[in-house]
């Protein structure tokens, strides 16, 4: 079974440019999170899909950044403009199906290599 | 809210020695989940273990093995025997409803081992 995949693996761009970052995840898996770490820093949370809808987007840290997830399927993570304090390690991860109610079945999440942006 | 200290930022050992990386956590739900995660030089999170909140017994697979201690929110993790190959950044995360289920990281400790 194909783990998490991310495209690209780096990338490089000047502060302004526009960068796409996608990730493929597990396939089955509806559940899909994207987290980065920018230098120094911990791993923060960004966002959340259900199939193809947002669970929780609550660490989207501004409008720059937009993530879709077209059909429930791959999703893509757009930076515009992109800034200097963007730069980081940005990773995705997918899980499978969890329950509901108080006792819900927390899926454990596997994540992809990560995509290392840097922005000069 | 919730919070993942991982005091360690550095350890280094030389190999074949025991090593154990701590991890206390803050929570204030009753279910709650608790995982570490290894990552490597080459940069990718690699999934280790999970523990349920509801599951206190300690677990062991090969070389390495967890302590999970509600009493002191702790869940450390002891790799015995280390190898060259266990250097990494080791990440300790929780996960639960009042996070809605983001996983929340601790800092991670990187863990060098000598030859």
């Known amino acids: 079974e194909a783990g998490v995949t991310q495209f690209p693996s780096h990338s490089v761009i000047e502060k302004g440019q526009t960068v796409t970052l996608r990730c493929d995840p597990i396939s089955g898996h509806d559940n899909l999170y994207w987290y980065r770490r920018v230098m120094g820093k911990e791993i923060k949370f960004l966002l959340h899909f259900v199939k193809e809808s947002k669970q929780d987007e609550s660490g989207m840290p501004n409008n720059r950044f937009l993530a879709e997830r077209t059909g429930g399927t791959y999703s893509t993570l757009k930076v515009q403009p992109a800034e200097l304090e963007d730069s980081g390690v940005y990773f995705c991860a997918s899980s499978q199906d969890r329950g509901t109610g108080p006792t819900a079945y927390q899926e454990t999440q596997y994540f992809g290599p990560g995509t290392r942006l840097l922005v000069l | 809210a919730q919070k993942v200290t991982q005091a360690q930022t550095e350890i280094s050992v030389v190999e074949k020695e025991d090593v154990t990386l701590d991890c206390v956590y803050e929570t204030r739900d009753t279910t709650y989940y608790l995982f570490w995660y290894k990552q490597p030089p080459s940069g990718e999170l690699v999934f280790l273990i999970r523990?349920?909140?509801?599951d206190e017994q300690n677990e062991i697979s090969g070389r390495y093995s967890w302590n999970f201690q509600k009493s002191t929110s702790s869940f450390n993790f002891t790799i015995t025997a280390s190898q060259v190959v266990d250097s990494a950044v080791y990440f300790c995360?929780?996960?639960?409803?009042?996070?809605?289920?983001?996983?929340?990281w601790g800092a991670g400790t990187k863990l060098i081992i000598k030859p």
């Open positions: 523990r349920n909140s509801f």
């Open positions: 995360a929780l996960t639960c409803l009042d996070s809605n289920y983001q996983l929340i």
